[in-house]
């Protein structure tokens, strides 16, 4: 009688706008660490303490968002926004995602061209990301009782770890993860022809060059949207892509402007991608970082209006079902790939690596909500500063 089996009857129902605005609204104050953080946050405030979604399902959305370029987990809030309240909800979850993060970064950027420096950073970093690498173990481990169905998803999923190290690019990965697993499932040459023209114009287009533009806000503006629209992966690829065109092919900012960017980036909650307000900021003042911060998100909003077909297209048959496992298990191998990453750098002895140890015990038990951890990291740093 129900046709949709796989879920808990909760998961249909509607959420009101003012519930999704108020989630999304905390977690954009309050996600620290980027994007493999804030999918676990999502993962543990949508999955597992509202139950909004079920972890199949969730799975399959994280799968969609590495499927398209620009900032992953902005582009699973706007994917979870549709869900729950459907196109009223696409936009909400977007935006009260992403417009803490935003106001955030202006204050800094403020104070970096009023006074020249980020004080406090190292200390706040130094305290934040232990606690941003266990939140995101712990996300690994729920996710990945679900996405590993079997030896062949296993070693799939091994396979673009190891291949992450060599240097692939991820889109690529995902792709040849979910071709083998479908081919393993006996999917037709038709599926494969048509998955594949749906999917390889997207990777292809991260080849398309532009030409150099000046500074202006419209310059600032489709400099922004060009990247946004062909960005695939984590701020780490963020930085890259930045570098290329704004340090070196365009010279609006310097490398120290750049790498400090990226630490506010990081430092501040919400999406990495408001870089690109502070950056819009540094070159043009309060209207360059609205159009840099309009252009390198407005992407990910078309982006998942246009792919909602994709994720129903693929569950309807075991072989095209198959290939989103394979993509699934893709995407928890490239966030460990980031966590590995970033756990190099976090664990620089031992008031660290306790901080890590202590982090994932309170989020194993008694299962402390991630935010206040990272608040409370948070401020460690800032009395580490004092």
């Known amino acids: 009688m129900d046709e949709t089996p796989q879920t808990d009857p909760s998961i249909d129902e509607r959420t009101s706008l003012s519930e999704i605005a108020l989630l999304f609204l905390r977690l954009g104050t309050t996600a ?26 969730f799975l399959d959305l994280l799968g ?15 994917h979870i926004g549709y869900e729950r309240g459907g196109w009223p909800g696409l936009i909400v979850a977007g935006v009260c995602f992403i417009v803490p993060a935003v106001i955030i970064v202006l204050g800094f950027a403020w104070a970096y061209v009023t006074y020249g420096q980020l004080p406090m950073a190292g200390s706040v970093l130094y305290a934040v990301k232990p606690v941003v690498v266990a939140v995101v173990v712990m996300a690994l481990w729920q996710l990945g009782k679900t996405a590993l169905k079997g030896k062949l998803v ?17 889109i690529l990965l995902l792709f040849l993860a ?63 892509f930045l570098r290329a065109d704004l340090v070196e092919r365009y010279a609006w900012i310097t490398n120290q402007q750049l790498i400090d960017a990226v630490a506010v980036g990081q430092l501040t909650p919400g999406p990495v991608f408001t870089t690109a307000t502070f950056i819009g900021y540094i070159v043009a003042g309060f209207p360059g970082a ?4 309009a252009g390198i998100f407005l992407p990910a909003f078309i982006f998942v209006a246009m792919s909602g077909w994709l994720i129903p297209k693929l569950r309807s048959s075991s072989t095209m079902g198959a290939f989103l496992d394979g993509i699934n298990v893709a995407s928890l ?15 620089t002895d031992i008031i660290s690596s306790a901080i890590f140890a202590a982090s994932i015990i309170l989020l194993a038990w008694p299962k402390i909500n991630s935010a206040w951890l990272i608040l409370a990291a948070l401020v460690l740093g800032l009395l580490i500063s004092a």
């Open 64 to 78: 969609a968002t590495n499927l398209i370029p620009g900032p992953n987990s902005t582009e699973l809030a706007i």
């Open 290 to 293: 609205m159009a840099a911060t």
């Open 333 to 347: 191998a490239l966030m460990a790939y980031v966590t590995i990453l970033l756990g190099r750098e976090s664990f």
């Open 32 to 57: 620290f660490g980027g994007p493999a953080a804030h999918i676990a946050m999502m993962e543990e405030e949508v999955v597992r303490r509202r139950k909004w979604l079920s972890h199949e399902r």
């Open 178 to 240: 979910g071709l083998v697993t479908a081919v393993a499932a006996r999917i037709s040459a038709r599926e494969i022809k048509a998955t594949a023209s749906a999917i390889l114009p997207v990777f292809f287009a991260q080849a398309a060059a532009a030409a150099p533009v000046p500074a202006t806000l419209t310059g600032i503006f489709l400099t922004f949207l060009k990247i946004g629209s062909v960005l695939f992966g984590s701020g780490y690829v963020l930085l890259a």
């Open 154 to 170: 296993a070693a799939v999923g091994a396979a673009v770890l190891v291949l992450s190290f060599v240097g692939l690019n991820e």
